[in-house]
């Protein structure tokens, strides 16, 4: 293959990475969480029910914003069924996922998981079968000094200080059909300011997240967003986008050419955004908030039958799977001025990159560029200018054979590239304009036996990040070979 040569400029910013794009998402949903992040009846188990295993994996991703209740199940779930003492929690029969939920694990225990996982909360509230006036009362039992009834509730539940959740979701995918108290537009516009004015009031410095569109296939697309974002103006601090993707075509070179299509969403909801700021001529504007993201399309079943923690939606992930990954985290980084919180859907077995099975416990595939990429998360992203072979994928159009992006931390320069050739190696070569690059201060590569390989409990480390010491600084740049179907991450000192 012919080298690819990736230009930086330090003057050529684009923002700063915002921590929060390296979030995750825990929904009561499958065994996500019973026999996922929580689950007394384990050897693993501390006082609190958390599993430390699962707890000792995840705290590797250092995830930052968790989105928590969930997903389709907050849009039929009443934060008061999952508060106070066990014994007295509701079993309910929930309808999104046609499950049981015992209410053990609530807002209390989710806290204590953020505190334990110094991870930042962020609750969705019940636009569905709730109220405004229902989410507002969980701001004030989460956020409130005591000296009120719902304050004054969660210091009977034995929390004296409030929570200080800043992040709260205005619902979830409303525009879907799917969705409990799915509604036109103007109507999700008009509940969800209601909810908005009430739950800033209770705490003014909340930050909330408008739901938007959900798919870039579905009809609402974009028109949805506007009316939201026309009719909620600066209530809506964020935007959210979802998106989940696959190869169900079985077509590799398409499926990895995926940035192209992720670029586009991001582009598109961005201008929606700047749209309704110039029509209203305010001086703010809603951010972008990805909520749910990740591959989804082999385990699609969604009926719990009626029992408790069924095993739904367990995706098993392979080598392509994991550079697609990268390639989200790619488009975050090139878009790090819109892109403000992005949270992985989802943590621990349904759809995630952890897997439990009794006591045991399995990282898949997407665990890798996801712990490669945030340990590089710090600083500002850079433009990046590529020159090299490209191919057209089927459906998602003409991408360069290597996918990159570029964190600027004072003197050191990290870089992400994926090669997406399924079988020849990429010269690459990195070079910062106006700076030199002096040497290599740390490398990993993930790569597997082939596009279809994925870790089993039978053999848990067949797709794995290594350390990579094929990287040569010299004459200010450096240059590096990239084995088919492989993801690099390095981190470069800069003079």
Request: charged fraction near 25%; include cysteine; proline fraction near 5%.
């Amino acid at each position: 293959m012919q080298p690819t040569t990736l230009i930086l400029h330090s003057d050529f910013q684009i923002g700063a990475v915002d921590p929060r794009v390296f979030g995750g998402f825990l929904e009561h949903l499958g065994r996500a969480v019973y026999e996922g992040v929580y689950d007394p009846s384990s050897q693993h188990a501390d006082p609190d029910g958390q599993r430390t295993d699962v707890m000792a994996a995840l705290r590797r991703l250092r995830m930052t914003a968790m989105r928590y209740p969930g997903g389709n199940f907050a849009s039929g779930y009443h934060w008061l069924d999952g508060v106070g003492p066990r014994a007295r929690r509701p079993t309910v029969r929930e309808l999104a996922w046609n499950s049981i939920e015992p209410n053990r694990f609530g807002t209390d225990e989710f806290i204590r998981l953020c505190r334990a996982m110094d991870w930042t909360p962020m609750l969705t509230v019940n636009l569905g079968t709730g109220t405004p006036e229902e989410a507002r009362n969980w701001v004030e039992y989460c956020n409130c000094p005591a000296g009120s009834q719902y304050a004054d509730l969660r210091v009977a539940n034995g929390h004296a200080e409030p929570f200080g959740v800043k992040l709260w979701c205005l619902g979830n995918e409303m525009d879907g059909p799917w969705q409990l108290g799915h509604g036109p537009a103007d109507q999700y516009a008009i509940r969800s300011q209601q909810a908005a004015k009430m739950m800033k009031d209770a705490d003014r410095s909340i930050e909330l997240v408008a739901c938007g569109s959900c798919g870039i296939g579905m009809a609402t697309y974009m028109e949805w967003d506007r009316q939201v974002l026309d009719y909620l103006g600066d209530f809506a601090d964020y935007v959210s986008l979802h998106r989940y993707v696959g190869n169900r075509n079985d077509d590799t070179p398409d499926y990895l050419a995926i940035t192209n299509s992720l670029d586009r969403q991001i582009e598109e909801m961005d201008a929606a955004c700047r749209f309704i700021q110039a029509k209203r001529r305010s001086k703010r504007r809603a951010y972008l908030c990805f909520d749910e993201w990740n591959v989804w399309y082999r385990a699609r079943g969604g009926d719990g039958a009626g029992v408790f923690a069924p095993h739904l939606l367990e995706e098993v992930y392979n080598l392509e799977d994991a550079l697609v990954v990268a390639g989200f985290f790619n488009s975050f980084i090139r878009h790090a001025d819109v892109v403000k919180i992005a949270n992985l859907a989802q943590i621990v077995n349904v759809i995630a990159p952890v897997l439990t099975s009794g006591d045991d416990l399995l990282v898949q595939s997407i665990f890798y560029p996801f712990e490669m990429y945030t340990q590089r998360r710090n600083g500002v992203a850079l433009r990046v200018a590529l020159r090299g072979p490209s191919y057209e994928g089927k459906t998602n159009g003409v991408v360069s054979n290597v996918d990159a992006s570029a964190i600027l931390d004072a003197d050191r320069l990290h870089v992400f590239a994926t090669n997406r050739s399924l079988t020849d190696a990429a010269p690459l070569e990195v070079a910062i304009a106006d700076r030199a690059i002096t040497g290599v201060e740390s490398a990993e590569l993930l790569t597997g036996p082939d596009a279809k390989a994925a870790n089993t409990w039978e053999q848990p480390d067949l797709v794995r990040s290594r350390r990579f010491d094929g990287i040569r600084p010299a004459d200010g740049r450096a240059t590096a070979l990239l084995p088919p179907l492989s993801v690099v991450a390095m981190t470069l000192r800069v003079q």
